[in-house]
């Protein structure tokens, strides 16, 4: 297959040399940019780099606490340090990727990504500590802990308000919509009456499950730092009288993390797969909402609100097409497949490592920004549509053969054993009004209040208790 270069891309770039994002080769970068920029703080390669520093930087910091070490930092070497992550920016990003991939004056290329971090932060330490960064460490102590350092804000900063934002909009339909009665549907046919409400608080009970789950996984992310095996080999052989469990484990749990042990060189990332699962299982609700209002505005139960500079069909004026729950579930079934596959994938490993693990994690940051496509875009949604009330009540009030649940109830309540019978032969695969229902109440042999008990039963009125269930939301 022949290969074209040196065309549109090349003429098209934009801030900091960045590819325009007409020409970006994932819409996540390219169509949709604007909407997945709050993940470029955690899920950037810019962004990892940072945290690795910070985790360096960390770490030597901790071993200059140690008794043991003859490694001392005083006050303004520490602030000095920890402003080459606190203040790393787009030169600083730019710097590590040539110390990996073109080398310096002072530095060959390393080809290693993380020993760029090393590097780069030789250049904010005095000279007489460098042999102290990444002491004893591998790469993956420090790429477990930096990867967890950015999903945990990802989620609980990003990711976890919008969804609170959605289930904030299901709340206020319920509350709203608590009496709007509606036809309900099983099997897509007319079924018991329930109310607007009553179906959005379902959803935003779910939803709130769901986000539980969600912040205790993001909570539950946990760090291994313990060399190249699991065993703190390099750490023990250094400096025998240390407990270097403990200290890995304060040192882990400084950062805001769970500690885990015992491990191989990989953090084995169960942990990321019970997050990665809670969000799926939290998309999951959101694909069945999504589906379900579509229905709905499809049957005229929920209008949308038109702006006037948009096309809803290039050939159809008229339409104005959901177009924000179909985008929203498109992205949602994106996101739960890559989500499945780095839930399954990310907790295995060859032995004590390989390194497939580190090119699947690179695209963690893809599914989150699938999720957020999707949140966002069944907000935009939910804040266009309205309950159509007088399309829903004409709907119950044509399909009259709904209450009888409530009459061959009420007649078995009465003691009539053929109760059931009665209703089914009138209404099964019939049309039928409320005459026709008034008529059978006639002939039964029951007293006037029950005769006047059933005359009173409407589609309408015939909601239980569904408004209390939608106002305690």
């Known amino acids: 297959m022949a290969i074209r270069t040196g065309t549109l891309l090349g003429r098209a770039t934009g801030l900091a040399g960045m590819p325009d994002p007409l020409y ?65 920016d787009e030169e600083s990003a730019a710097l590590v990727k040539r110390i990996e991939t073109e080398g310096t004056e002072e530095y060959a290329a390393t080809n290693h990504d993380v020993k760029a971090v090393e590097y780069f932060v030789r250049e904010h330490a005095p000279e007489r500590v460098h042999q102290w960064i990444h ?23 990003v990711l976890v308000p919008e969804l609170r934002e959605v289930r904030d909009e299901l709340v206020g339909f319920a509350h709203d919509y608590a009496e709007t009665p509606m036809l309900a549907r099983t099997h897509g046919q007319p079924a018991t009456p329930t109310t607007f409400g009553k179906e959005m608080a379902v959803y935003a009970a779910r939803l709130g499950r769901k986000l ?11 760090g291994k730092l313990a060399g190249a095996s699991g065993t703190y080999a390099a750490h023990h052989a250094a400096y025998p009288d240390v407990d270097w ?5 304060e040192f882990v749990a400084g ?39 579509w229905t709905y505005v499809s049957q005229r139960y929920l209008g949308q609100e038109a702006a006037k500079s948009e096309t809803g069909s290039s050939t159809m004026p008229h339409k104005v097409n959901p177009i924000d729950f179909e985008n929203s579930e498109g992205n949602l079934s994106k996101a739960n497949s890559d989500l499945a596959f780095l839930a399954d994938y990310l907790p295995t490993s060859r032995l004590q490592r390989d390194l497939s693990d580190s090119t699947v994690k690179r695209n963690v940051g893809a599914a989150f920004a699938y999720c957020l496509l999707g949140y966002t875009k069944l907000q935009d949604g939910l804040a266009k549509v309205v309950p159509n009330e007088r399309v829903m009540r004409d709907d119950l009030e044509s399909t009259p053969e ?16 053929e109760a059931y019978e009665r209703v089914k032969a009138l209404t099964r695969g019939e049309r039928v009004t409320l005459e026709d229902f ?11 209040d029950v005769r006047e008990e059933l005359r009173a039963l409407t589609p309408a009125s015939y909601t239980g208790v569904a408004a209390d269930i939608a106002r305690d939301a």
Do not use: H, W
């Open 245 to 249: 469990r403990a200290f890995a484990r």
């Open 135 to 157: 002491f004893a460490l591998t790469s993956e102590d420090v790429n477990n802990l930096a990867y967890r350092l950015l999903l945990k804000p990802a989620v609980t900063e």
């Open 212 to 222: 539980a789950s969600v912040e205790a996984a993001a909570d539950g992310l946990a």
């Open 24 to 88: 970006a080769v994932s819409p996540l970068d390219g169509r949709y940019a604007s909407r997945t920029a709050p993940l470029a703080d955690y899920a950037s390669e810019a962004a990892l780099m940072r945290a690795r520093v910070r985790v360096e930087v960390e770490y030597l910091c901790a071993l200059a606490d140690l008794e043991a070490t003859p490694l001392a930092l005083s006050d303004s070497e520490r602030a000095a340090l920890r402003d080459a992550y606190e203040s790393f």
């Open 255 to 293: 950062l805001g993390l769970a500690y885990t042990e015992p491990t191989t060189q990989v953090n084995p990332s169960d942990d990321l797969a019970e997050l990665f699962d809670a969000l799926r299982e939290t998309n999951t609700v959101l694909l069945d909402l999504d589906r379900d209002v």
């Open 402 to 417: 709904i209450i009888g649940e409530a009459v061959q109830t009420v007649l078995r309540r009465e003691g009539d054993t």
């Open 438 to 448: 008034r008529d059978l109440f006639d002939d039964l042999d029951v007293s006037a």
